[in-house]
């Protein structure tokens, strides 16, 4: 399985930015989706997710600003990020196969390459 990442870029503080990822292989339907980030010096967390059936959990920080989709027809899941702001600049993988343990979730095996958002104040 590949994950291929894309859509970061450099934008202002209040703009937009989708992000994409399309997955290779034929196991993207039936598995759960992220989007993880890492800030500089700090460890990767969980951005959003979204199970196959479509339920969707995100972080506090992005609440009412972020959206996950994915389309099963194209192997590919999306995160729109709106109201971005500086403390949102991070590279951000997209993962596949993360499982719940209780309140936790595990990240996947798969991992995207990450790809840089940059937000500008």
């Known amino acids: 399985v590949q994950l291929q990442a894309s859509g970061g870029g450099l934008v202002q503080a209040g703009g937009s930015l989708r992000l994409s990822c399309e997955a290779s292989?034929?196991?993207?339907?039936?598995?759960?989706m992220a989007w993880y980030l890492q800030a500089p010096g700090k460890q990767r967390e969980l951005v959003a997710r979204?199970?196959?059936?479509?339920?969707?959990n995100y972080a506090d920080s992005v609440k009412g600003r972020f959206v996950i989709s994915r389309d099963n027809a194209k192997n590919t899941v999306y995160l729109q990020m709106n109201s971005l702001k500086p403390e949102d600049t991070a590279v951000y993988y997209c993962?596949?196969?993360?499982?719940?343990?209780?309140?936790?979730?595990?990240?996947?095996?798969?991992w995207g390459q990450g790809t840089l958002v940059t937000v500008s104040s």
């Open positions: 993962n596949l196969g993360s499982v719940s343990i209780g309140s936790r979730v595990r990240p996947g095996p798969y």
């Open positions: 292989g034929s196991i993207f339907m039936g598995v759960n």
């Open positions: 979204i199970s196959n059936s479509g339920t969707t």
